[in-house]
């Protein structure tokens, strides 16, 4: 029997047939309410950590955390692939520890792939989880986990070296076994030559539509983050607004006497 569920193979063979929308997820409503529209894959990005935790970056994050969240998602999400983003230090030290917690994720939270972010640095990683049968994304350009040693968000591949190195990471990570390959704050022209010189999918986020899919942060999109929200960011809703509007008008009624009212009464 055929199964609609999305895989990393299915994903990667979306390469040059059809664009392709992602999230992020973090809790269960989220994940279940995305897998109803169909998002193909769904990230457990390391961004709850601001999002949804209050962090000032995705720096603190613990491996217990993304663990605790993306079981959530998995089990909201029935047909989506998720995705989960291993946090700062948790496969930096050793490929024997990339492999222990990437194996978690896919062992006790169940989730179907993870991300890392980094270069052609990362190769000997990546190539290590694939062949123990962990699928991969992979993730270049602006890497929020090293934004201390860049000085703070910055856009990359301006700068003929930037894109070149670029272009040697995409190729590297491609051959060591990423099915995807996450493109983050560069400009589109840069991003395409990418694109064009990968044959595994690749997923912007502030990279230009020259990508084969897209991504946003969810609180991003429905406007419910606390901090303003980066340039490449498209708000298709105003949650926050509407949030505010409900409970004010909560609790005036509350306050006012007027709920609960007899039809919310046994």
């Not at 491996?63 to 496969?91: C, I, N, Q, W």
């Not at 910055?154 to 930037?162: F, L």
């Amino acid at each position: 029997m055929y199964s609609t569920k999305w895989t990393a193979s299915k994903i990667k063979a979306l390469k040059g047939k059809q664009h392709f929308a992602c999230l992020t997820a973090g809790d269960y409503i989220t994940a279940k309410l995305l897998d109803e529209c169909a998002i193909p894959l769904l990230l457990v990005g390391d961004s709850l950590g601001m999002t949804m935790l209050g962090y000032e970056t995705t720096l603190p994050v613990t491996m217990a955390e993304m663990l605790h969240h993306t079981a959530a998602v998995v089990r909201g999400a029935k047909s989506a692939l998720v995705v989960a983003d291993m946090p700062f230090l948790s496969y930096h030290v050793s490929v024997q520890q990339a492999i222990a917690n990437a194996g978690r994720f896919l062992k006790s939270a169940g989730a179907g792939a993870v991300k890392i972010e980094g270069g052609a640095s990362r190769a000997p990683t990546v190539k290590a989880l694939t062949e123990n049968g962990i699928p991969v994304m992979g993730h270049i350009g602006l890497t929020p986990q090293s934004i201390r040693a860049l000085g703070g968000y910055k856009i990359a591949g301006r700068r003929a070296a930037e894109i070149k190195k670029l272009v040697s990471d995409a190729r590297a990570l491609e051959k060591a076994g990423v099915f995807a390959l996450v493109l983050e704050c560069m400009p589109p022209e840069t991003a395409r030559r990418i694109t064009a010189m990968v044959k595994i999918p690749t997923i912007g986020i502030g990279a230009g539509p020259h990508c084969d899919g897209q991504i946003l942060v969810i609180h991003d999109m429905l406007g419910l983050s606390a901090n303003v929200s980066p340039k490449f960011v498209k708000r298709y809703a105003d949650l926050t607004a509407q949030i505010r509007q409900a409970s004010g008008q909560y609790k005036a009624e509350v306050e006012n006497g007027k709920f609960p009212a007899k039809e919310h009464c046994y």
